[in-house]
T-cell receptor, first 117, second 109 residues
Framework: GAGVSQSPSNKVTEKGKDVELRCDPI?????LYWYRQSLGQGLEFLIY????????KSGLPSDRFSAERTGGSVSTLTIQRTQQEDSAVYLC???????????????FGPGTRLTVL | AQRVTQPEKLLSVFKGAPVELKCNYS??????LFWYVQYSRQRLQLLLR??SRESIKGFTADLNKGETSFHLKKPFAQEEDSAMYYC???????????FGAGTRLFVKA
């Protein structure tokens, strides 16, 4: 079946502009995660959504970052007034969100490479 | 606070040599530990989880609660094992997952 998809695959923007990154999770997955992958920083947790619960936003680095998930499916990560330090690969993942057991594997998308000039 | 530490950014070994990728964690409770792998030009994917006590592609990892470690081991490294490896922790009560900074494994012929 179709895996997690993300768009765009690459985004180049100018400092100060806003960007939107999109994630389409695997159908039926109730949990959706956003991470930032950068050299030297590894994989940094940003936010996750689970079903209808309030999202865990504890990893968002500043109030310029926000995310929403509409209808329990597609998610958009928005970065306002982008800065050069926002340049990174943004990864999205989804999972069935079952406690314990093999059904909780996170499936990752290909990522969006963001470059802020 | 949850924290995952992978002390080696780069690990280079010869084919056929044993390999150990270190992972230490900080968590006041009983976490779930995972290893994820990203091969060149591929997506990040789950390699193994401690709760399954499995061996995948010859890799094993044992959770040592006393030392708060979850090191990944393989007795005989292969060239196709060259990849980026991430150790990850999920605490109780939710699905937030914290990843380490990653270790790049390079297996030389």
């Amino acid at each position: 079946g179709a895996g997690v998809s993300q768009s765009p695959s690459n985004k180049v923007t100018e400092k100060g502009k806003d960007v939107e990154l999109r994630c389409d999770p695997i159908s039926g997955h109730t949990a959706l995660y956003w991470y930032r992958q950068s050299l030297g920083q590894g994989l940094e947790f940003l936010i996750y959504f689970q079903g209808n619960s309030a999202p865990d936003k504890s990893g968002l680095p500043s109030d310029r970052f926000s995310a929403e998930r509409t209808g329990g499916s597609v998610s958009t990560l928005t970065i306002q007034r982008t800065q050069q330090e926002d340049s990174a690969v943004y990864l999205c993942a989804s999972s069935l969100a079952q406690f314990r057991g093999n059904t909780d594997t996170q499936y990752f998308g290909p990522g969006t490479r963001l470059t802020v000039l | 606070a949850q924290r995952v530490t992978q002390p080696e950014k780069l690990l280079s070994v010869f084919k056929g040599a044993p390999v150990e990728l270190k992972c230490n964690y900080s968590y006041s409770g009983s976490p779930e530990l995972f290893w994820y792998v990203q091969y060149s030009r591929q997506r990040l994917q789950l390699l193994l989880r401690h709760i399954s006590r499995e061996s995948i592609k010859g890799f094993t990892a044992d959770l040592n609660k006393g030392e708060t470690s979850f090191h990944l081991k393989k007795p005989f490294a292969q060239e196709e094992d060259s990849a980026m490896y991430y150790c990850a922790l999920r605490g109780t009560g939710g699905f937030k997952t914290i990843f380490g900074a990653g270790t790049r494994l390079f297996v030389k012929a």
